[in-house]
Every structure is written in C-alpha cells, then in structure tokens.
T-cell receptor, first 117, second 110 residues
Framework: GAVVSQHPSRVICKSGTSVKIECRSL??????MFWYRQFPKQSLMLMAT?????????EQGVEKDKFLINHASLTLSTLTVTSAHPEDSSFYIC?????????????FGPGTRLLVL | QKEVEQDPGPLSVPEGAIVSLNCTYS??????FMWYRQYSRKGPELLMY????GNKEDGRFTAQVDKSSKYISLFIRDSQPSDSATYLC??????????FGSGTKLNVKP
C-alpha cells in the first residue's frame, strides 16, 4: 500500500508559539491531502482538504487563520498551528490520495501528537 | 441522524473467535467503503477497501457491503491478540470526503 509519513510524531510547545507539522507521501504523488484531528476515544474530525497548488478548503468551524495549510508539492503538505493554546492539544493526522498507487483511497500518516502547555 | 453509525464497543472475544464488526449508513450515494485499524496513539491503517456492493476477502479478513440495507461488515477469522485495536469504518461517494464511524474497540484475549 501507499506510505504516508508525518513529522514530528510528537511535539510539546508553549502557549502562544506556532507549530508546523509535515505530511509526506513517500511512494506516490498526492494530488489531495487531508488533515484530521482526533480527540481521545473519538473518531476522526476532518479539518481541511488541500489540493496541490490550490488553497485549502476548510470544514465549517475550523479557523483557517489559525490552522494554516500549505500543499506546495505533490508529496508534501504542511499544517501550521499558529499561536497554539492548550485547547489545541490533540492528535493530528494527515491522509493522502492521488496518482501512482495512492489513488484508490485515503492513506493515513502515523499522526502527530501535539501538547500545548 | 449521523451519516455513519458504529457501535463503539468495547468488544471482547477469546483468541481464535470470529469477530463481526458492523456499520450502518444513511446516504445511498456512498460507493466507497473502507475499514481501517487504529492502534493506540497511531494513525489509521487501511485494512479493506470495497467499491460498491459485494464481498472482499484478504487473508483472515472479509469485508461485506450490502447497499440495499446500507450495512457494511468486517469479519475477522481466527482472531489474534495482535488484532486488538480500534476498527473504523469509513465511506463516501468519492475520495474527497469520507464519513467515519466512531470506531469499535476490539480486545482479543489470549
């Protein structure tokens, strides 16, 4: 199956700082990438969808100025949590779909655990 | 009404048992049906992917889709302790929007 990586796997930061999370498709070209958030014992909540070279489409209730998404290449998307606060602490997971083996469905990254102190 | 309903469990079975996991949905436009396995503190891992109706088998796993009943199932034969995880169903009418179940937590006891 297609492989998606995320970096970092976990990050701890102080309140008010910004944190960048990278999502990479390793063996296929990801025309579309998705960012999810997952709270403990809950399912995945879609935050935004991004297509390579286009602005991301955010789900209702997700602040686009707080969660900046960049999908500059077919293998990389980044999520930047700006001015992070403790309530932003969560598990952030990306997924990707695209060409060359990753086009059948969404393949997920391993997730990034964010803790804001 | 939620788009996708899934019993959260937990479901506890002895090793070697056949496990049946299910989801129901309300949108008849859904064509793509997936089952993901998620271990604690990890990202979801794709187990099975089915397009439209029918059955699909892969090793110990069998996925079934009954579009007339809007019901999908995942069967795990000869369950192992390593199968202990949360199983998420996901579906959609295209790849750009998936609707997820809440996940069923499975515990296979040795």
């Amino acid at each position: 199956g297609a492989v998606v990586s995320q970096h970092p796997s976990r990050v701890i930061c102080k309140s008010g700082t910004s944190v960048k999370i990278e999502c990479r498709s390793l063996d296929f070209q990801a025309t579309t990438m998705f960012w999810y958030r997952q709270f403990p014992k809950q399912s995945l909540m879609l935050m935004a969808t991004s297509n390579e070279g286009s602005k991301a489409t955010y789900e209702q209730g997700v602040e686009k100025d707080k969660f900046l998404i960049n999908h500059a290449s077919l293998t990389l998307s980044t999520l930047t949590v700006t001015s992070a606060h403790p309530e932003d602490s969560s598990f952030y997971i990306c997924s990707a779909t695209g060409r060359g083996g990753g086009g059948e469905t969404q393949y997920f990254g391993p997730g990034t655990r964010l803790l804001v102190l | 009404q939620k788009e996708v309903e899934q019993d959260p469990g937990p479901l506890s079975v002895p090793e070697g048992a056949i496990v049946s996991l299910n989801c129901t949905y309300s949108n008849s436009a859904f064509q793509y049906f997936m089952w993901y396995r998620q271990y604690s503190r990890k990202g979801p891992e794709l187990l099975m992917y089915t397009y439209s109706s029918g059955n699909k088998e892969d090793g110990r796993f069998t996925a079934q889709v009954d579009k007339s009943s809007k019901y999908i199932s995942l069967f795990i034969r000869d369950s192992q302790p390593s199968d202990s995880a949360t199983y998420l169903c996901a579906m959609g009418s295209n790849f750009n929007k998936f609707y997820f179940g809440s996940g069923t937590k499975l515990n296979v006891k040795p």
